[in-house]
């Protein structure tokens, strides 16, 4: 271990404002520790809804509940336009598992759809602590089997499916493709993981101390309550569908990695993209330069956003393109 830390690298301008104006609205409120989980939720709404606004139109949007062996799960489909049927890119909301949700991530969603020409089907999971690990990695994956079956019904073409989420929502994407893997079905052909979480109990990473103090919106404090809220003990942060990189990652589907540079998340990304890649999976691994974790949504002023979101659209495309 190095006796000194390197000069921090600067943040991008537009990430910088970003990260003021979030800190601004957040500073309005007691800390999160304060509040019941029920009050930080909808603190979490009222910071991030000028993120959610504005954005790609829809042809049309729609919410149905799939059934899974928790009971039903929401979801709402973005349709770009209305051609049918539509390839399909199926999203798991960030907010550590506790926080955030359809609604902050929809704009996300919407620039997705637009960009990449796909029905996005956005996952409303049971949150922690109502639904502690495993439940929403079992919901995500009932979701998904029951859009491989019942797709063709909602004009979705469920052979060409990828799997995608920020932070929590890229923990249980990369859980997800573990178990239908270790199931032998064949659903995704891709994974998309946006500044995902892949090891819940190591901080001895160095992003960690050097990101994790407050200026970088994701803290080190967060992250733990964020475990606390999630996991029923601390054994089941040595689960791999907790903690992806403690297993065996071969077999899985390809993956994009949008990875933020100034992140309490930075190394373990980049940890998980060179197992990825030594496993024999196919990984394209994007760093981001100047951005903190959740610089998607800054995309209504942030040029890098806008960036990250067309390389994933790209990526997503040759993805899905029809064999």
């Given amino acids: 271990m190095p006796d000194t830390l390197t000069a921090l690298p600067p943040l991008d301008p537009d990430i910088a404002e970003f990260v003021r104006r979030i800190r601004a609205e957040a500073g309005k409120y007691p800390p999160r520790e304060s509040m019941s989980v ?122 060409r499916l990828v799997v995608g989420g920020d932070s929590a929502g890229g923990n249980i994407t990369a859980a997800a493709a573990l178990v239908l893997r270790d199931a032998g079905e064949n659903l995704m052909r891709g994974m998309v993981l946006n500044y995902g979480g892949f090891e819940v109990d190591n901080f001895f990473r160095e992003s960690v101390v050097r990101y994790g103090g407050g200026d970088y919106l994701l803290t080190t404090h967060m992250m733990l309550w964020f475990s606390w809220q999630y996991l029923r003990s601390a054994e089941d942060a040595a689960s791999p569908l907790a903690s992806p990189l403690y297993t065996r990652l071969d077999g899985l589907p390809p993956a994009f990695m949008a990875i933020a540079e100034l992140d309490v998340l930075h190394d373990q990304n980049i940890a998980m993209a060179k197992a990825l890649s030594e496993a024999g999976v196919p990984v394209e691994a994007h760093v981001y330069p100047g951005t903190v974790h959740s610089f998607l949504e800054a995309m209504s002023i942030a040029e890098v956003s806008r960036r990250a979101i067309a390389e994933t659209a790209d990526w997503l495309r040759r993805r899905l393109a029809a064999h």
Avoid: N
């Fill in 38 to 159: 029920r009050q930080a939720r909808e603190v979490a709404e009222i910071v991030r809804k000028p993120w959610t606004e504005g954005g790609p139109v829809m042809a049309e949007t729609v919410e149905i509940a799939a059934p899974t062996r928790h009971g039903p799960v929401r979801l709402r489909i973005h349709y770009p336009d209305r051609t049918r049927p539509k390839p399909v890119f199926a999203y798991i909301h960030g907010g550590g598992w506790a926080l955030f949700s359809l609604d902050t991530h929809d704009r996300l969603m919407r620039e997705y759809a637009a960009a990449a020409d796909v029905a996005v089907v956005g996952i409303d999971y049971t949150r922690a602590p109502e639904g502690r690990f495993p439940r929403p990695v079992e919901e995500t994956v009932d979701v998904l089997r029951w859009i491989s079956r019942e797709g063709a019904t909602l004009g979705l073409d469920a052979s």
